[in-house]
C-alpha cells in the first residue's frame, strides 16, 4: 500500500470516529443522559447512602413513576428537610398543621397538582403524617 492510499485511509477512519463522536453526542443530548447522570451524582453526594446502588435503583424508580404520573420528584428530601418544614409550618408549636398548609406544602415539593383532589378527613395533619406523605 503507498502512501497515498495509507493517508485515504487514516482520513476515512478518522471521518469515521468524528461521525461516531458526533453522533453518540447527539444521543446524549436528545435523551438528557448528561443531565440524568449529575442530578443522580449529586443526589448520591448529597444523601451519600449506606447502600449507593440500592440508593441509585430506588432513585430511578421514583424517577420513572414521577415521569408516569406527571408529579414532580425532588431529590434532596430527606428526614431532617421534611422535619424543619413541618416547624415551619407549624409556627406555634402545637404538633400539628392544617389541611390547607398540608396540601400548600405538598404543591410546593411538588408531590401534587395544584388541581389534585386530596381528600380532607377533618384531622390536623401530625408530624408523622407529613412525614409519611412527604
Do not use: W
Amino acid at each position: 500500500m503507498g502512501p497515498g492510499c495509507l493517508a485515504t485511509a487514516l482520513r476515512g477512519a478518522m471521518e469515521a470516529s468524528r461521525n461516531r463522536e458526533r453522533e453518540a453526542k447527539e444521543y446524549l443530548e436528545k435523551h438528557k443522559i448528561m443531565e440524568l447522570l449529575n442530578l443522580l451524582t449529586s443526589a448520591l453526594l448529597f444523601c451519600r447512602p449506606g447502600k449507593p446502588r440500592e440508593y441509585l435503583i430506588a432513585t430511578l424508580e421514583r424517577l420513572r413513576i414521577a415521569q408516569v404520573t406527571g408529579v414532580a420528584f425532588s431529590f434532596f428530601m430527606d428526614n431532617t428537610n421534611i422535619v424543619a418544614m413541618f416547624e415551619m409550618l407549624d409556627s406555634s408549636n402545637r404538633g400539628t398543621i392544617s389541611f390547607v398548609q398540608y396540601k400548600e406544602a405538598l404543591k410546593t415539593l411538588g408531590l401534587c397538582t395544584a388541581d389534585e383532589v386530596l381528600k380532607d378527613d377533618g384531622h390536623a395533619i401530625t408530624l408523622e403524617k407529613f412525614r409519611n406523605e412527604v
